[in-house]
């Protein structure tokens, strides 16, 4: 198993983990007293559940299992998977902070973290397609 595939998987499963948690909390009844910034994390627990546990599972095994390109480079670029595997977390945990602190004070300027979580998320995404897709296009040619 490629060492990028591991850490995917291994971020899945912290993310799995911290998603439960805030699920778990998000579910108590209203009379416990919670942070009200916990309270306002539903969003940042859909993306700890989709983004950080079945977006770095799905990454991390098309990483690994996907048909080979050649001998020399099976995978593609290297570099582009950690670059595509800094982004997504770097703009998942963005998005986690950034969602509750823009919920508590609408008006203090945290919009934009939010948009930068979704820009580093996308970025994410189109160059691990792009690592990806020749995977599936290009035939094997046993070099």
């Avoid at 800094?86 to 203090?108: A, F, I, Q, Y």
């Avoid at 970025?123 to 070099?143: M, N, Q």
Wanted: charged share 15%; proline share 6%; no cysteine.
């Amino acid at each position: 198993m490629p060492r990028l595939t591991r850490w995917y998987i291994r971020s899945a499963f912290v993310y799995l983990a911290a998603a439960l948690l805030l699920a778990a909390a998000l579910a108590l009844p209203n009379d416990v007293n919670l942070p009200y910034f916990l309270r306002t994390m539903t969003p940042a627990y859909f993306h700890l559940f989709l983004v950080g546990w079945v977006t770095q599972m799905i990454f991390g095994v098309i990483y690994w299992m996907f048909p080979i390109i050649s001998r020399s480079r099976p995978r593609g670029n290297v570099r582009l998977g950690w670059i595509s595997y800094g982004l997504l977390n770097g703009g998942l945990l963005l998005r986690v902070v950034g969602e509750p602190l823009h919920s508590v004070k609408p008006d203090g300027g945290f919009g934009w973290l939010l948009a930068a979580a979704a820009l580093l998320q996308w970025l994410a995404a189109v160059i691990f397609v792009t690592l990806s897709w020749p995977r599936i296009k290009e035939k094997y040619r046993g070099e």
